[in-house]
């Protein structure tokens, strides 16, 4: 899913070629799309936008009439820019919109339909679809641990909880946290001050660094390749690798449909954390930490 550093460069490259433009015809294939129509969709048409902005893991395009349209791009959306009257690509193109510099096209990877569209009046109604984090780019370190604190759960869950922070999920959590030498499973209640110092240190870092590194990827194009997994991250997506700070073997834990990948030395004091599935099917046979796991492989 794209998260805060691949939105923010979205929006930035969309705003060179939206600003000021008109949207001249909208095309929606998908009817799981369009989440919500009021105004409709042809009521943006002939406006001009006037700004853009980021909700959490949203983008926002604001018309004039205060009329705004909103994209969720969920795991396996993208956006594509091509000519003026550009057609839709094959089973994966959602909807196009044709402006006066070019055409926008959205496209959804995959047989689920999880991507969304929102027109929405008035930014009352923008503010109430976004989850309300606070930015980690904006916020003290005081702040930051108010929000962090507030309640009790993992920093992994924390991090990619929406409501909590914005625009961060699976991907940056990892690489935050491989900075700040954090487990994700320790809980936001035994953190002690030099922790949450370290933790708010590093989510600004890890963000800064990756707005920096996808600019200059793009180089004033429109942004290709958007995936969670980049080279250059040093433990996400990178299982069985070695740690690029000191050689151990990446590790993971799977939940559901995602996994947190962290390095056993650098984050967690040599202790293997349990994969819910593999322990529970291992019981005694499951290596506790990376020594253990390194000899059984010897």
């Known amino acids: 899913m794209p998260e805060l550093p691949d939105i923010t460069v979205y929006i930035e490259a969309l705003h060179e070629r939206l600003a000021g433009t008109r949207l001249r015809r909208a095309a929606i294939v998908s009817p799981f799309l369009l989440r919500t129509a009021a105004p409709s969709l042809d009521e943006l048409l002939g406006l001009e936008v006037l700004r853009l902005e980021r909700l959490g893991k949203r983008i926002a395009i604001g018309f004039d009439n205060d009329i705004w349209l909103v994209i969720h791009l969920m795991i396996a959306g993208r956006l594509h820019w091509k000519p003026p009257g550009a057609g839709l690509p094959g089973k994966r193109g959602l909807a196009a919109l044709d402006f006066t510099t070019g055409t926008l096209l959205l496209t959804e990877a995959g047989s689920e339909r999880r991507a969304a569209l929102h027109v929405i009046a008035g930014e009352e109604a923008v503010v109430e679809l976004d989850p ?16 962090l604190t507030r309640e009790n759960h993992t920093l992994k869950r924390a991090l990619t909880d929406p409501r909590i922070f914005s625009g961060i999920g699976n991907a940056y959590s990892d ?7 954090l487990s994700p499973v320790v809980l936001t209640d035994r953190l002690a001050r030099a922790e949450i110092e370290r933790l708010h240190s590093a989510a600004q870092m890890t963000l800064r660094e990756w707005i920096a590194r996808l600019r200059a990827d793009r180089a004033g194009e429109f942004p290709r390749h958007v995936t969670a997994f980049r080279e250059g991250m040093a433990v996400h997506g990178r299982y069985g690798q070695p740690c690029p700070e000191c050689g151990t073997a990446v590790q993971r ?6 996994e947190t990948n962290y390095c056993p030395r650098c984050q967690t ?3 293997l954390l349990a994969d819910r599935s593999l322990s529970r099917l291992l019981k005694r046979d499951w290596p506790r930490t990376v020594d253990e796991l390194e000899r059984r492989k010897g």
């Open 175 to 181: 690489e935050i946290l491989y900075r700040a030498r």
């Open 269 to 271: 004091g040599g202790r």
């Open 132 to 147: 309300g984090g606070i930015d980690v780019l904006e916020a003290g370190l005081e702040k930051f641990t108010a929000a």
């Open 253 to 258: 834990i799977r939940y559901a449909s995602n």
